[in-house]
């Protein structure tokens, strides 16, 4: 999980690929992503509640 400045689904995507093609073990995307694009992890916890958008199956 993280936050991030808000930005459209087309910037989200975009920033997604860059950091996909930096990463070599796709388990240390999320902490590319993050350090790429200024985005900040959350921790995660089993009783954090968290809102999902409406994203294209291209994010998947």
Known sequence: MFTSPICTQ??????YIQAKMLTLNIRDLPNIFCRLHNFDQLRFEDDTEVGFCNFSSKLL
């Not at 087309?10 to 920033?15: A, C, D, R």
């Open 10 to 15: 087309e910037e989200l995507y975009q920033k």
